[in-house]
C-alpha cells in the first residue's frame, strides 16, 4: 500500500485530454513539493513534472501538473500513443523522513 | 552529457551482499543529493536512500535500516549502496538518480538488476 495514492490505470483516445490524480497527507503533499516522472516500457523513469507545476526543458507543453490540499493531478492533452506508459507522482513525507513515491498509473492511449 | 551509470548487480544468495556504484559524468556530483530507486519485476518505483552533498546526511526506507548503506566518494563522482542480509523481497532493477531538490529526480541511470535467490 503506497503513501500516496493513484489510480492503477486510466484510458483515453488519441487527441483527447487525461488527469492523473495523486491523493496523499498533510505531511507529504501538502507540506513538500510532487514530482511526476514517465516511466515507458523497459526504460528508466524520466521527470515530467516537478515543484508541483514545473516542467524541464525539453518536455512538451501538453503535460501540466497542480497541487490543491491533500492532492495533486497530472494533465496530459492531446494524447498521443507514444504517451503509453506508466506515470508516478512523488513527494516527501515529513512524517516518515522518506520519500514517497505513488503506486504508479498506466496510462492506455486506444 | 550529464550521465549515470550504474554498475554491481547480479544474482546472490540470501543472506548475502552486495555492493552498487554509480559513476557520474558531466556535472558536479559534489553539488547534489543522490539517490536510489529501486522497481521490483512488475512492480512500481521505490525510493530506497538518499545522501547530501557532502555525505553527512542519509535517509533510509524502513525497510532496508540497518542493512543497506548508502555513500559516495566525490573526489571519484561515484555514489555507492552496500547492501548486507539480502532478501528476496529486495530483487529489483536498482537505478540511481540526481536530486536537485524538492524532491525532485531530474537524471536516472540505466539501472542494474539485483536478484536475490538461492
Known amino acids: 500500500q503506497s503513501v500516496l495514492t493513484q489510480p492503477p490505470s486510466v484510458s483515453a483516445a488519441p487527441g483527447q485530454e487525461v488527469t492523473i490524480s495523486c491523493s496523499g497527507r498533510?505531511?507529504?503533499?501538502?507540506?513538500?513539493?510532487v514530482s511526476w516522472y514517465q516511466q515507458l516500457p523497459g526504460t528508466a523513469p524520466k521527470l515530467l513534472i516537478y515543484e508541483n507545476d514545473k516542467r524541464p526543458a525539453g518536455i512538451s507543453d501538453r503535460f501540466s501538473g497542480s497541487k490543491f490540499g491533500t492532492s495533486a493531478t497530472l494533465g496530459i492533452t492531446l494524447l498521443q500513443t507514444w504517451d503509453e506508459a506508466d506515470y508516478y507522482c512523488?513527494?516527501?513525507?515529513?512524517?516518515?523522513?522518506?520519500?514517497?513515491f505513488g503506486g504508479g498509473t498506466k496510462l492506455t492511449v486506444l | 552529457e550529464v550521465q549515470l551509470v550504474e554498475s554491481g548487480g547480479g544474482l546472490v544468495q540470501p543472506g548475502g551482499s552486495l555492493r552498487l556504484s554509480c559513476a557520474a559524468s558531466?556535472?558536479?556530483?559534489?553539488?547534489?543529493?543522490m539517490t536510489w530507486v529501486r522497481q521490483a519485476p512488475g512492480k512500481g518505483l521505490e525510493w530506497v536512500a538518499s545522501i547530501k552533498e557532502d555525505g553527512s546526511e542519509k535517509f533510509y526506507v524502513d525497510s532496508v535500516k540497518g542493512r543497506f548503506t548508502v555513500s559516495r566518494d566525490n573526489t571519484k563522482n561515484s555514489l555507492h549502496l552496500q547492501m548486507d542480509s539480502l532478501r528476496a523481497e529486495d530483487t529489483a532493477v536498482y537505478y540511481c538518480?540526481?536530486?536537485?531538490?524538492?524532491?525532485?529526480?531530474?537524471?536516472w541511470g540505466q539501472g542494474t538488476m539485483v536478484t536475490v535467490s538461492s
Open positions: 498533510s505531511s507529504n503533499i501538502v507540506s513538500n513539493s
Open positions: 538518480a540526481r536530486d536537485r531538490g524538492e524532491n525532485t529526480f531530474d537524471v
Open positions: 558531466g556535472f558536479t556530483f559534489s553539488h547534489f543529493w
Open positions: 512523488a513527494s516527501w513525507d515529513n512524517s516518515l523522513s522518506a520519500s514517497v
